[in-house]
């Protein structure tokens, strides 16, 4: 099969397609012909090696020395299912699926081996496959941190990175939540965050969120640039900040009581399948929609990467590994 490997950490140059023998599926194990992927922005992380402040010195013993462990990258993936091992019920050969390997990563590759009980669903029918390789990383995130502040109905909560995978995927499941939603985003994105939901928006380039008479009960950063001692002032009592990008010192400073019983959560989004069967669900009755920014055939993922690397990508970037198929 052919794979996308990234042999050392580097810019978008250093992916090689290569071609690996395809994975013959255990017990209780599936393999998916993967029909579409996403460059996420957690592959460019492992194939840069370009960790947040402070978490460089684990690069190393986490990701692989001197380049990554593991060569395919790729957390999300939708196809077909074409293969089944020994005592799975769960699925049949044919049936269309959206996977989540996440930080077990490899679906840069024609096919994908995961546990059948494992973070694979069956593919909303209402999504073509492109849309559904772009569900999972931003959506599991969204909804992972959302969760962990018990965002309630009515709250006000501020999205800092609305446009982004993340973003777009926090707008939409706090606006299905029934909170009042502000986004951050540059202008240009404004449009777009509206339409997912946001019910105000901020540029970030003109007006400085954290300097207002407007207040919030969760801020969700994932631009990496709201710390706690740049939103203390406008989290109200009870608040909650959910630090998505953020320095090792904001981590390990997480633990801290705070005053006002305000919290702060960070550190890596729980990966469940649970998770993932709620996001097929709200997909499937329309209240969840993955934002794609560009698709690209599977040879061209080295430009799909350089779209990821300028930061400034709207929701998913897609790689189609069978275009004609993955656009249905
Ligand atoms: N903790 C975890 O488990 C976890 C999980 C997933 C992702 N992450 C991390 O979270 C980060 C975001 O991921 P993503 O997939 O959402 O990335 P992304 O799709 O690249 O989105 C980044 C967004 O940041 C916005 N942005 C840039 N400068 C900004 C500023 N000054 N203020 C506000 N927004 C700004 C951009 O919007 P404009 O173009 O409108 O400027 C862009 O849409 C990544 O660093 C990723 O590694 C962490």
Redesign the pocket.
Known sequence: MQVAFVPRYGPPDVVELRELPTPTPGPGEVRIRVLATAV???DW?VRSGVLPPGFGVLRGPALGFGGPRKGVLGTDAAGVIDAVGDGVSRFRVGDAVVAFPGSAMGSHAGFLVIAADGRVVAKPANLTFEEAAALP??GM?ALDVLQRAGLKAGERVLI??A?????TAAVQLAHHFGAHVTG???A??AALVRNLGADEVID?ATTDFTAGDARWDVIVD????APWSRVERVLAPGGRLLV??GALSTLLGAILPRSQQRRIFA???TEKVTDLEILAGLAAQGAFKPVIDQRFPFAQIADAYRV?DS????GSVIVSLDPAAASC
């Open positions: 996420t922005a957690g992380r990383f931003g995130t800092n990175g446009s982004g995978n993340v973003g951050v985003c540059s240009g994105n970030y994932t631009a990496g640039n998505v990008l550190g890596p989004a990821v930061g400034r990508k709207k």
